[in-house]
T-cell receptor
Framework: DQQVKQNSPSLSVQEGRISILNCDYT??????FLWYKKYPAEGPTFLIS?????DKNEDGRFTVFLNKSAKHLSLHIVPSQPGDSAVYFC????????FGAGTRLTVKP | EAQVTQNPRYLITVTGKKLTVTCSQN?????MSWYRQDPGLGLRQIYY???????DKGDVPEGYKVSRKEKRNFPLILESPSPNQTSLYFC??????????????FGQGTRLTVV
């Protein structure tokens, strides 16, 4: 039973535009949510997180939005850059971490 | 430098031959875990450990064993590997669980092929 779902396996955007990656979860006990970025041949690296008591967290070009009633979070990247091309994993946590299947983002120059 | 180190990075083995993938972290983290990454399935947790001598099953523990005799090390053991365990494996560590939430640090990955 996949508790964290990323329904879009891939996303392609033009450089300079906004990238929006989506994630849904089923377990209302999750209280911390994270986004990880993964390049080929490397381990995932932490990008940004949000506690369940907030609905928005911003870090430079990256913003994460949390809608607890809909059990939905999203990652916005503005403006998108070619170096952002990677696989993005959404994760949700209470005592241990559950990951989504990932979304491959391609930013075209 | 803070890091999680996995060895080996690549391994090809035959069905049934016991193997161990090592994982070590230098951040004094309490929490460590193992994941496997498969196409379309993302990262699935195999086992995790909240501290020394405390381990528990994740979502896909069948065919794997772990041990946590020291805080820094968390080896993954495949007693009798089978081809369906061909995958990309990641070890991760973090300093908090539950409400002491922090991000996890991941190793570089171990690509295992069982023939």
């Amino acid at each position: 039973d996949q508790q964290v779902k990323q329904n879009s396996p891939s996303l392609s955007v033009q450089e300079g535009r906004i990238s929006i990656l989506n994630c849904d979860y089923t377990n209302s006990m999750f209280d911390y949510f994270l986004w990880y970025k993964k390049y080929p041949a490397e381990g995932p690296t932490f990008l940004i997180s949000i506690s369940s008591i907030k609905d928005k967290n911003e870090d430079g070009r990256f913003t994460v939005f949390l809608n607890k009633s809909a059990k939905h979070l999203s990652l916005h990247i503005v403006p998108s850059q070619p170096g952002d091309s990677a696989v993005y994993f959404c994760a949700a946590k209470r005592y241990d971490m559950r990951f989504g299947a990932g979304t491959r983002l391609t930013v075209k120059p | 430098e803070a890091q999680v180190t996995q060895n080996p990075r690549y391994l090809i083995t035959v069905t049934g031959k016991k193997l161990t993938v090592t994982c070590s972290q230098n951040m004094n983290h309490e929490y460590m875990s193992w994941y496997r990454q498969d196409p379309g399935l993302g990262l699935r947790q195999i086992y995790y450990s909240m501290n020394v001598e405390v381990t528990d099953k994740g979502d896909v523990p069948e065919g794997y064993k772990v041990s946590r005799k020291e805080k820094r090390n968390f080896p993954l053991i495949l007693e009798s590997p089978s081809p369906n365990q061909t995958s990309l494996y990641f070890c991760a560590s973090s300093s908090g669980t539950g409400h002491m939430n922090t991000e996890a640090f991941f190793g570089q990955g171990t690509r295992l092929t069982v023939v």
